[in-house]
């Protein structure tokens, strides 16, 4: 017998997973991204590079983003920035 049987509330079968944070989601997917951008595999995007792509794909205000991507002014993103700088700027700064 079970309370759904009788025709009350269905009980839920074992606890239910809670979401992976949207970062832990985000990484996987900005990855390749950040790879691709990373022409010579050094674990850095030079700001200029970054700077011609998104310009090239009509990103607007690209100076703008890199207070997020370049937050220490040294002209290279690592992925680590990478991923804070696109959260931020989703998350509206």
């Not at 989601?25 to 950040?34: G, H, K, S």
């Not at 998104?54 to 370049?70: I, N, P, S």
Request: contains cysteine.
């Amino acid at each position: 017998w079970s309370p759904a049987e009788q025709g009350g509330c269905p009980v839920p079968e074992g606890p239910a997973e809670p979401p992976a944070p949207p970062e832990e989601e985000e990484e996987p997917r900005l990855r390749p991204v950040f790879d691709a951008l990373d022409r010579d595999g050094d674990g850095f995007v030079r700001v200029e590079e970054f700077v011609q792509f998104a310009t090239a794909y009509g990103a607007e205000q690209v100076k703008d983003l890199m207070k997020y991507l370049d937050p220490s002014g040294l002209g290279v993103i690592s992925f680590e920035d990478f991923h804070r700088g696109i959260r931020a700027i989703k998350n509206g700064g």
